[in-house]
Nanobody, 125 residues
Framework: QVQLVESGGGSVKPSGSLRLSCTSS????????MGWFRQAPGKEREGVAA????????YYDDSVKGRCAISQDNAKSSLYLQMNSLKPEDTAMYYC??????????????????WGQGTQVTVSS
């Protein structure tokens, strides 16, 4: 069982930055795909970014490419999402997620078995 706890959300103005963090319980496993998803009110959950350390892969949704960076700290079993140049359309609840060990990166929500409770990001002037 993997427990995930997100932090770092908040309210920022357009063009601002935030760094989301996700702490994972248990031993770090490079074969897990780790991802960030978001869900805005009235919309479906969508993938933002993902990383698979063992395969050396990263994924970014087109909407955040060039503005976000996903990273991991293996020693701390932590996942991060640095978000820059934030836009009002980035407003959503952001969730950290993990898969069971797998050979390749996962980019779809159904591929993830473990989820955090979410952290709210609000971008407004």
């Amino acid at each position: 069982q993997v427990q995930l706890v997100e932090s770092g959300g908040g309210s920022v103005k357009p063009s601002g930055s935030l760094r989301l963090s996700c702490t994972s319980s248990g031993k770090y496993d490079s074969a897990r795909s780790m991802g960030w998803f978001r869900q805005a009110p009235g919309k479906e959950r969508e993938g933002v970014a993902a990383i698979h350390a063992e395969g050396g892969e990263t994924y970014y949704d087109d909407s955040v490419k060039g503005r976000c960076a996903i990273s991991q700290d293996n020693a701390k079993s932590s996942l991060y999402l640095q978000m820059n140049s934030l836009k009002p359309e980035d407003t959503a609840m952001y969730y950290c997620a993990a898969t069971v060990p797998r050979p390749t990166i996962a980019t779809k929500s159904y591929q993830y078995s473990y989820w955090g409770q979410g952290t709210q990001v609000t971008v407004s002037s």
